[in-house]
């Protein structure tokens, strides 16, 4: 899988764009405006990315990241989407999303949510509990004493994989903490978001809320 689509063009979408850019992806970036809105600020800050419309970076990309607020998955195009690898790495903003019971059912993760919606789509949970500084200035070669770990939750193995690979390209160790509905491990409010930790660490922190939300 050569070619990322990344579906939001801000802080977070734009860091991805140049970590897989650097890892040797082609990529297409698109906002949720025309790609003409974004085709200066991409060449600036992403260059050799390709701003596209949201329809065509979802046709184009063998993983399809999505990087955009939670608020606004039901304009993802999910049509395009069928039978697609897709990542999630929205989270839910009470700023920007309002209250989380508006938006993701109880008992509910938002991953789960955006599978439901994504129906005829392949959705994982990855890339979304460490900020976009973080991200930009984290990422290390394999082997490094200094990496650190992004964690996955998805229901299939090959998908998982998929994602595992592209975690250790972009320059983190990928951790695969089980499946879909363990996405909420890494949701604002749960000890993992916001880590910046290694494999070890971020296994243990992991395991603990988990083993914390069964108790």
């Known amino acids: 899988m050569k070619t990322i689509s990344i579906l939001g063009a801000g802080k977070v979408g734009v860091v991805l764009a140049q970590l897989a850019l650097k890892a040797g992806y082609t990529v297409y970036i698109a906002g949720s405006d025309k790609p003409e809105k974004i085709a200066l600020s991409t060449k600036v800050l992403t260059p050799g990315a390709h701003a596209v419309s949201k329809e065509e970076a979802a046709k184009r990309g063998d993983i399809i990241i999505l990087a955009l607020p939670l608020g606004k998955y039901a304009s993802i195009p999910k049509a395009e989407l ?67 770990a992004i964690a996955i939750a998805g229901d299939n193995d090959e998908d998982v994989s998929a994602v595992a690979e592209l975690i250790n390209s972009l320059g983190f160790d990928p951790l695969f903490i089980g499946p879909l509905n363990q996405g909420v491990l890494l949701e604002p409010g749960h000890p993992a978001f916001g880590a910046r930790l290694n494999l070890q660490q971020l296994a243990a922190i992991t395991a603990a809320s988990n083993s914390s939300l069964r108790s």
Request: hydrophobic fraction near 30%.
């Open 82 to 148: 069928s039978g697609k690898l897709v990542v999630d790495s929205m989270n839910h903003w009470f700023e920007v999303d309002g209250h989380r019971e508006d938006i993701v059912p109880s008992k509910v993760s938002s991953s789960e949510l955006i599978q439901s919606f994504l129906s005829e789509s392949r959705v994982v949970k990855a890339l979304s509990h460490m900020g976009y500084h973080e991200l930009h200035d984290s990422a290390r070669p394999e082997g490094d004493t200094e990496r650190k």
